[in-house]
Nanobody, 119 residues
């Protein structure tokens, strides 16, 4: 298990930027695939971006070219840089750390941070 603490959410105007941070509590952070997911009211939780232990990244179609995910394993930290924000990016953003357990993924979630983009 790893505890995750997110920070950096807030209110921003359309076209602006925000930087979300997620810090993990334990050693061995570097082996986890890290991701950011978001959930708007009444909608399912969707992948925003993920980064593997080897640094390979994956992005949701709606954020490609605007968001960048990165990690600093020495600081147990994963960052989501969000640029050119749109009102439809408004959601609670959750940090995720997952590890293959041999037969299934073991998932750990943060408490979430609210991002609100005004038009």
């Amino acid at each position: 298990q790893v505890q995750l603490v997110e920070s950096g959410g807030g209110l921003v105007q359309a076209g602006g930027s925000l930087r979300l941070s997620c810090v993990g509590s334990r050693s061995g952070f570097n082996v986890y695939t890290m991701g950011w997911y978001r959930q708007a009211p009444g909608k399912q939780r969707d992948l925003v971006a993920s980064i593997t232990s080897g640094g390979f990244t994956n992005y949701g179609d709606s954020v490609k070219g605007r968001f960048t995910i990165s990690r600093d394993n020495a600081k147990n930290t994963v960052i989501l840089q969000m640029n050119s924000l749109k009102p439809e990016d408004t959601a609670v953003y959750y940090c995720n750390a997952r590890l293959w357990g041999g037969s299934t993924w073991n998932n750990n979630w943060g408490q979430g941070t609210q991002v609100t983009v005004s038009s």
